[in-house]
């Protein structure tokens, strides 16, 4: 089954904030690591939105919250239960690991056929 990681971080954390070393060693090792990506500074982003047949572009993060995505990855694992366990090695759950405030999420990934579970 394919799983998307959203790690998240709060706009007010100091950049290099994150350590993911253990969980992309051990991802990579198990073959379970598909893609990752890392994001820009969401300031530097924009939100589009459409009301009424008029688009609206604001520009920097997502408002409405201090947390934004720095980064996604693509699994292929056994089970929800491996993709979170792999998730956890990056919010710290691993003795001496820094934490990460603002969390990961774990989302499974459907196909065209809908989802794989």
Known sequence: MKFLLNLYLDAADPPGERSDEDFLAA????????????????SIGAVIRV???VVSVTEGPYPGTSDHVVGQYVLDC???????????????ARPGARHLAGGVEVRPLMDAAGMEM
């Open 27 to 42: 991802a990579w090792q198990a073959g379970e690591l598909v893609s990752a990506h890392a994001f820009a500074d969401p």
């Open 78 to 92: 056994e089970s929800r239960d491996r993709a979170v366990e792999l998730a956890a090695l990056m919010a710290g």
């Open 51 to 53: 009301r009424e047949g």
